[in-house]
């Protein structure tokens, strides 16, 4: 079974329907209130998806630099803003802005679709927007490690709208320095969670480096938690609450 299919199966809830949005790379599963019209959001849904990655890839197509790199940048005011929330992120945590355009899409996709649901969970590649009215578990998939889809997060209703992503140096596409099994990092921004946890990966290169990568995310404003594997090692630190399975 894929990383993906694992994230979405833990994901998934009895008092809220999902439904799939694909848009060119852009692989969503959502989930809102179970009495609402599921066709209807994924046609909305995917109609807006499809301008904000417009956006993007107009602008990136005039600054290709963007899209290569692995630092900070800055953009213009003519950058449109999810863009310019992903830079921002990204420069709080010393990556590219492509780290964080998972994070951001989830969250922009999210809180559109808050205008129509009261609850709204978007997981774009694992990397995760939720806005629940109870708590919720989130498995942790961690490769090959033998801590992996042992634990999972307890999600306080309190705490959302919040972001949770998962970064990691063994599993999936993303490019990581490091090889953390699973770097997962939380904020009430979705694209700043999305790019500490792709920091924190970068800086996992042994099981040794798990509290010098948790020391890095406690010292970047926004972010409320951060959990590390590596190997058979598991470190956590913040508002969050572990849950053996």
Not at 66 to 90: F, H, K, T, W, Y
Not at 106 to 123: H, K
Not at 134 to 149: D, F, K, N, T
Not at 232 to 243: F, N, T, Y
């Amino acid at each position: 079974m894929s990383s993906r299919s694992i994230y979405r199966r833990e994901l998934k809830g009895s008092r809220l329907a999902s439904f799939t949005v694909i848009v060119k790379e852009t692989d969503l599963w959502i989930a809102v209130d179970s009495e609402l019209n599921r066709e209807e959001l994924a046609l909305k849904t995917e109609t807006f998806t499809w301008r904000l990655r417009h956006e993007m890839e107009a602008y990136l197509k005039k600054y290709p630099h963007l899209l290569e790199s692995l630092e900070p940048c800055l953009v213009g005011a003519d950058a449109p803003d999810i863009l310019r929330r992903m830079v921002a992120a990204a420069n709080q945590a010393g990556v590219g802005p492509m780290a964080a355009v998972a994070g951001a899409v989830a969250e922009a996709v999210g809180r559109q679709l808050l205008d129509l649901s009261r609850e709204v969970i978007v997981e774009n590649g694992g990397d995760i927007f939720l806005k629940v009215d109870e708590p919720v578990q989130i498995g942790i998939y961690a490769g090959s490690s033998p801590l992996s889809g042992k634990f999972s997060l307890l999600i306080s209703d309190k705490y959302s709208p919040l972001g949770v992503c998962t970064s990691s140096g063994t599993v999936g596409p993303s490019f990581s320095y490091g090889y953390a099994d699973a770097a997962v990092a939380v904020s009430p921004s979705t694209a700043l969670a999305d790019a500490v946890a792709t920091a924190m990966g970068n800086l996992v290169k042994t099981k040794d480096d798990l509290e010098k990568a948790l020391h890095f995310a406690q010292k970047i404003n926004g972010i409320t938690g951060a959990l590390l594997i590596c190997n058979d090692k598991i470190a956590a630190w913040g508002d969050i609450e572990l849950h053996k399975i």
